[in-house]
């Protein structure tokens, strides 16, 4: 298995990841593959998702999921995305990571 580059567990340590509870979601004009998604993570966050093409508006509203909540703000297509949720992209199409059993929104991923 080819993997990254190692990280010490100092920067890992650094990161900060949340369960999320996603509010909201709308298109992005001119973007074929993002969404604009409104997520609970103890407040609510904007969070931009290049998942349009894997799931529709209707079937992303009302989950719990899990957002990096600390990463650096990133503009795209006119629109800041101030977290990054985690999905695995493979053989059975696009999954979104999310608890086992329901969670409360903002709670710390350890």
Do not use: W
């Amino acid at each position: 298995m080819e993997t990254k580059e190692q990280i010490k567990y100092e920067d890992f340590a650094k990161l900060d990841f949340r369960i999320g509870v996603i509010k909201e979601v709308s298109d992005i004009g001119g973007a074929d593959k993002l969404y604009k998604i409104i997520v609970n993570v103890g407040e609510d966050i904007q969070i931009l998702s290049g998942i349009k093409e894997s799931f529709t508006k209707e079937e992303l509203v009302g989950k719990q999921i899990v957002v990096l909540v600390n990463l650096e703000p990133r503009k795209m297509k006119g629109e800041v995305s101030n977290g990054m949720l985690l999905a695995v992209e493979g053989e059975n199409g696009v999954n979104l990571l999310k608890p086992e059993n329901i969670a409360n929104a903002g709670e710390t991923v350890k």
